[in-house]
């Protein structure tokens, strides 16, 4: 009966039966339609079958941070791992780390990003209660240069000031033109916040990738102001 309901409307069905808030006619990405590439650590194979060794992009990793010490309510904290080959300028999701884990962990994602990607671009949200993460992170360091641990990862923080939801939108014509393709195994909570776009509880995922490809854009690249009011 379920799987009846489902065929007559799947937004209907999400939204009724799964209390996922997804409203069809303002529905923005639709990630079924994304082209997919696959991702073994160190090439990425592309929907079109080409072989880009990681070594040859150019990377970028962003944390989306959370503050919260409730670790089953709440936002999420993120940290998407993106790509672009330099030749032909094409962007990849490769990884996403996305869960509600405390300060301490996120920042244990960035290491465990860094011991493989050491040359990737590494860049925070420091907006608010994020800037207490430098002070983290210098502690963190200080362990780790004590136990002969690698301790370099050069983060920086950066202050969001252009709005959230206008950010994350400007991403849809790169979306719907293939210029984006993301990897197979990407976390289902992170396709699932893209589908949910604008109407959805949380949007952590889909900022922070757009936050991840700013940076490969560079941190002074102009975002597309949208002007409008969702």
Request: a negative charge.
């Amino acid at each position: 009966d379920l799987m009846f309901l489902y065929w007559s409307g799947a937004a209907a069905f999400s939204y009724e039966k799964q209390n996922e808030p997804l409203d069809p006619t303002r529905q923005i990405f639709y990630p079924d339609k994304w082209p997919r590439c696959q991702f073994d650590g160190r090439t990425i194979t592309t929907s079109k079958g080409q072989l880009i060794p990681v070594r040859d992009c150019q990377l970028a990793i962003w944390l989306d941070p959370r503050a919260s010490r409730e670790i089953t309510r709440n936002d999420y904290a993120a940290a998407p791992l993106v790509a672009r080959e330099r030749s032909s300028g094409m962007t990849f999701v490769l990884r996403c780390l996305i869960d509600r884990v405390d300060t301490s962990n996120q920042l244990l994602w960035l290491w465990e990003y860094f011991a493989r990607y050491p040359h990737a671009t590494y860049g925070y949200e420091d907006n608010g209660f994020q800037v207490m993460i430098a002070d983290l992170l210098e502690t963190q360091r200080a362990e780790r240069r004590a136990r002969h641990l690698p301790d370099q990862l050069p983060l920086t923080g950066y202050t969001s000031t252009k709005n959230k939801l206008d950010r994350i939108i400007s991403l849809q014509p790169k979306c719907d033109l293939g210029w984006i393709e993301w990897a197979d195994g990407l976390p289902e909570l992170l396709i699932q916040q893209f589908r949910q776009v604008p109407t959805g509880t949380h949007d952590d995922g889909p900022d922070a990738v757009e936050r991840a490809i700013w940076l490969l854009d560079g941190p002074t690249t102009a975002t597309i102001d949208m002007g409008v009011s969702w």
